[in-house]
């Protein structure tokens, strides 16, 4: 099992409410990877850090936010959901490099926007 | 699009069978890495092949690359009811920054 986690596990929240996703990681990983995905769908890229003070938009554009403050932390944000923002979230981290190192995956959080 | 394509979408075997999955990407790649998605649950990595190797193996798993058709093949060998789970293949590019780009992934399921 790897040493990243995410909280909470599961999330049901009404329209228009503030949430954070958070995310951490013990494996001292410079790279910190956000991903949204539905079900049975494929992962997309959401953001990025390549490490602290870091951050990157990813492939996949989303309303959400992220902050990279330290080296192990990386929590999204949403500042106002929506029923459209009802996904899974899974936080990732990998080693320094630019080869396509192995990501290391967090359980995962399902939201549910009502 | 960069991402690998899994095919087939589905595959539903019996236990001891063996299961192979296959994957085709776009343009050279840096590496090719395998993934598994249990139901509702995070990315585990399995394997991952360099674009100048031939064939891995790990355990019960065998991942083959050609990189002359640009794909590769995830073979699981006397399959268990404990591997059904989602299969994604992620290539990576080398002008990507080493980014994984998540194609939508082989559902197996492995019947006792």
Excluded at chain 1, 66 to 76: C, D, Y
């Amino acid at each position: 099992e790897a040493d990243i986690y995410q909280t909470p596990r599961y999330l049901v929240i009404g329209t228009g409410k503030k949430i954070t996703l958070e995310c951490s990681q013990t494996m001292g990983h410079d790279k910190m990877y956000w991903y949204q995905q539905d079900p049975g769908m494929e992962l997309h890229l959401i953001h990025y850090s390549y490490g602290v003070n870091s951050t990157e938009k990813g492939d996949l554009s989303s309303e959400s936010t992220v902050s990279r403050i330290r080296t192990e932390h990386f929590p999204l944000t949403l500042e106002s959901a929506r029923p459209s923002h009802t996904s899974q979230y899974l936080c990732a981290s990998s080693e320094a490099g630019t080869w396509g190192e192995t990501q290391y995956f967090g359980p995962g959080t399902r939201l549910l926007v009502l | 699009s960069q991402q690998g394509e899994e095919d087939p979408q589905a595959l539903s075997i019996q236990e001891g069978e063996n299961a192979t999955m296959n994957c085709s990407y776009k343009t050279s790649i840096n590496n090719l890495q395998w993934y598994r998605q249990n139901s509702g649950r995070g990315l585990v990595h399995l394997i991952l092949i360099r674009s100048n190797e031939r064939e891995k193996h790990s355990g019960r798993l065998r991942v083959t690359l050609d990189t002359s058709k640009k794909s590769s093949s995830l073979l699981i060998t006397a399959s268990r009811a404990a591997d059904t789970a989602s299969y994604f293949c992620a290539p990576t590019y080398f002008n990507q920054g080493g980014k994984l780009i998540f194609g939508q992934g082989t559902e197996l399921s492995v019947k006792p």
